[in-house]
Nanobody, 123 residues
Framework: QVQVVESGGGLVQAGGSLRLSCAASGRTASSYAMGWFRQAPGKEREFVAAISWNGGSTHYADFVKGRFTISRDNTKNTVYLQMNSLKPEDTAVYHC????????????????WGQGTQVTVSS
């Protein structure tokens, strides 16, 4: 079993940057693929980025390519989402999720979720 806790959200102006962190607990946390998803008010939760268990493979939604970077430090059991050039439409609750095995881009493929951290981008 693995548990994940997000942090790092906040209020930022358009064009600014934020770095989200996701701390995973559990003896085998480093064996899990990790994903970031987001959910804006009135919208479905959507895939943002994912990283393989060893960090060797990363994947992004088209709308964040070139702006967001996912990375992980398995010595700290932590996954990061560096968000640059933020836009008002990036405003959402960002959730971290863990999945044993390969990465995935669908909500239903992840069994372990955090409570989320709010990101608000003002125009």
């Amino acid at each position: 079993q693995v548990q994940v806790v997000e942090s790092g959200g906040g209020l930022v102006q358009a064009g600014g940057s934020l770095r989200l962190s996701c701390a995973a607990s559990g003896r085998t946390a480093s064996s899990y693929a990790m994903g970031w998803f987001r959910q804006a008010p009135g919208k479905e939760r959507e895939f943002v980025a994912a990283i393989s268990w060893n960090g060797g493979s990363t994947h992004y939604a088209d709308f964040v390519k070139g702006r967001f970077t996912i990375s992980r430090d398995n010595t700290k059991n932590t996954v990061y989402l560096q968000m640059n050039s933020l836009k008002p439409e990036d405003t959402a609750v960002y959730h971290c999720a863990a999945r044993y095995g390969t990465w995935a881009d669908r909500v239903g493929e992840y069994a372990h979720w955090g409570q989320g951290t709010q990101v608000t981008v003002s125009s």
